[in-house]
């Protein structure tokens, strides 16, 4: 998961860069959050229903289903 990393890193520099905190704040927000890493989770056990569970449930948080 270099990928993950890269991006965790390049998060990291923008918070120090601007003296921001980047994530969730609201309870909604904090709920997709919960569902993306449910998502990235299942995604990784090959768990085909708790990842397709998860991306649907945050795509409705988000009022993104198309």
């Known amino acids: ?3 993950l990393n890269e ?3 390049d998060i990291e520099a923008i918070e120090k860069t601007f003296s921001i905190k980047l994530g969730p704040r609201s309870s ?3 709920k997709h959050e919960n ?3 449910n998502f990235i989770i299942s995604y990784i056990d090959g768990d085909k229903v ?3 569970t998860s991306l ?3 795509a409705k ?3 993104c289903l198309g």
């Open 28 to 30: 909604i927000e904090k």
């Open 61 to 63: 948080i988000r009022r």
């Open 7 to 9: 991006v965790s890193a």
């Open 56 to 58: 649907i449930e945050a």
């Open 50 to 52: 708790g990842t397709s």
């Open 35 to 37: 569902f993306a890493n």
């Open 1 to 3: 998961m270099n990928v």
